[in-house]
């Protein structure tokens, strides 16, 4: 009987601990109220295409082993390759087809303790100055919360937020902003 009771102490355990790892933070943490209205008709943001390859393709989204000697970000098929995480619209989880470049990047990190990274968080323009502000910090949170998570001690990490200030495409439509949503892996030398 104690046997099956710790065995279901340690599964009930175990599931909460990943549940929790799924877990986002509460955006009113932030100061700025911030809604996620992802599920509101809204565009999701860029084709997983024209950022990770083909989403479909199970080597995209593989995480591959880095060689020693060599420099991984110049590989296009590596993920360590693709340095921004999107996000859909006015939200701050990891999506389902980033997470493999999360991955790749917490082990390589892992593997060069020398190595330390600015994760640097990006909304589009839509919004006021506080709010993107707070947005993008969340964004960058997510992806240093995700990485710890994997094993990165916190010293190889930074996040920060640049809020609207940095864009990568202009123009006031979808595709633009899509590519504006984002937290971007920047290496420290």
Known sequence: MTNQFTRRATVAIV???LTACGSSVKLEEAGAPIENRAGSGA???PSSSSQTGSANNPSDRAVQT???GTDPSTDPNNPLSK???FFDYDSYEIRQE???VVEAHAKYLQSNR???VLIAGNTDERGSREYNLALGQKRSEAVRRALAALGVPETQMEAVSYGEEKPRA???EESGWAENRRADLEYLK
């Open 15 to 17: 599931a909460l601990v």
């Open 43 to 45: 565009n999701k943001g």
């Open 66 to 68: 880095v060689t020693v």
């Open 83 to 85: 340095r921004s995480i």
């Open 98 to 100: 980033f997470r493999a």
């Open 114 to 116: 020398d190595k330390r």
């Open 170 to 172: 202009t123009g006031a």
